[in-house]
């Protein structure tokens, strides 16, 4: 992999990271057990499957 292959790739991740870390503190706030915590950790890993499936919904498609 070239250097500037790794540079232009790299703030994807940072997007990526802080929108995962804005989806652990809103679904963990939303809990109101232990379990809908565990329950909002899970949805934290996949909340890139909610964003698109919103979109779809938003867009019409």
Same mark, same amino acid.
């Given at each position: 992999?070239?250097?500037?292959?790794?540079?232009?790739?790299?703030?994807? $991740? *940072?997007?990526?990271? !802080?929108?995962?870390?804005?989806?652990?503190?809103?679904?963990?706030?939303? @809990?109101?057990? &232990?379990? /809908? $915590? *565990?329950?909002?950790? !899970?949805?934290?890993?996949?909340?890139?499957?909610?964003?698109?499936?919103? @979109?779809?919904? &938003?867009? /019409?498609?």
């Amino acid at each position: 992999m070239k250097q500037q292959d790794v540079q232009h790739s790299a703030p994807n $991740g *940072v997007f990526y990271g !802080l929108g995962m870390i804005g989806a652990m503190i809103y679904y963990i706030g939303q @809990a109101t057990c &232990f379990w /809908g $915590g *565990v329950l909002g950790f !899970l949805k934290t890993l996949v909340w890139p499957v909610f964003f698109v499936l919103e @979109a779809l919904r &938003f867009f /019409g498609a």
